[in-house]
């Protein structure tokens, strides 16, 4: 049996992934801030990366499979990821590295495809680019980048806030020339666990197949809550539409894993 180690399995991602994984796999996790759920169950260690070196806990646990889905300083966030590339060249493992769209928000003219270059205006998506380049240069079975649109679903964060923010009768802002996709968070784990078991190489854009303008999208979720006449901010960064999409193109999946706009607007408001 595989044995899996996720890093920040006590977030919001890393802890839907270890839900979907723990059933099929030896899987572990990490968490920083002490929970009781986390530090009373033996599958999940603490690990702090601005303190801790994070060779102990890989030389202890031996992991077949690392997925990094970390959050917080970058500059430890790099060297952590450094030290996992230096650990799976030594030991044959693998990383899969949750990315993000934001490695392309340079460029607005088009939709970015797995092989598309990276160039990046933010702080955020610059600090996702140094580590793609450094696995990139990896054996491909080494690694996989896993790059990912928006993540709505039930009770995400991203719905909680605009619930919050509807609820106080705050206006939403939204951006009308920006065209997105998006996706949800149980089909996330779904895809990377077949990524996983069939042992697939390289990069993926786990996006949605079809494309929409960020207010409309917007709309038909609040729509989809039950808000009638929410009020919204209108964002206008451009006087053109502009793209901040991951669309498959190389590494497709299935059929059956693949996600829709409506889809991810029905599974996130669903009663």
């Known amino acids: 049996m595989k044995r899996i180690l996720i890093l920040g399995a006590s977030g919001f991602i890393g802890n839907a992934l270890y839900k979907e994984l723990c059933s099929y796999f030896d899987t572990h996790g990490t968490y920083r801030t002490e929970n009781g ?20 806990l890989l030389e202890n646990l031996k992991p077949d499979v690392i997925i990094s889905s970390l959050r917080g ?73 896993v790059r990912l649109p928006m993540v709505f679903g039930k009770l995400t964060p991203r719905i909680k806030e605009i619930k919050t923010i509807l609820d106080l009768g705050e206006p939403l802002e939204v951006f009308p020339n920006v065209v997105i996709n998006a ?48 009020l919204f901010k209108n964002v206008y960064d451009s006087n053109y539409d502009r793209f901040l999409a991951v669309l498959p193109k190389d590494n497709k999946l299935p059929k059956n894993l693949e996600i829709t706009i409506s889809q991810v607007v029905e599974a996130s408001t669903k009663k």
Not at 37 to 56: A, K, L, Y
Not at 190 to 195: E, L, R
Request: with cysteine; charged share 20%; proline share 2%.
């Open 37 to 56: 759920s986390f530090s009373s169950n033996h599958q999940f260690h603490h690990f702090d990366m601005e303190t801790e070196n994070i060779e102990i």
């Open 183 to 230: 996706t949800e968070i149980q089909k996330v784990t779904q895809q990377i666990h077949y990524i996983i078991n069939r042992n697939r190489q390289g990069v993926f854009h786990l996006g949605s197949s079809d494309l929409i303008h960020q207010k409309d999208f917007i709309e038909e979720i609040c729509e989809g809550l039950g808000y009638q006449n929410p």
């Open 73 to 145: 300083n970058f500059d430890a966030q790099v060297v952590t990821h450094f030290a996992i590339i230096n650990h799976i060249l030594r030991h044959n493992s693998k990383l899969i590295f949750i990315s993000s769209a934001n490695v392309f928000d340079a460029f607005t003219n088009y939709p970015s495809y797995e092989y598309d270059k990276t160039l990046s205006q933010s702080i955020y998506g610059r600090f996702k680019i140094k580590i793609e380049n450094a696995l990139l240069r990896l054996p491909n079975h080494q690694y996989n980048i």
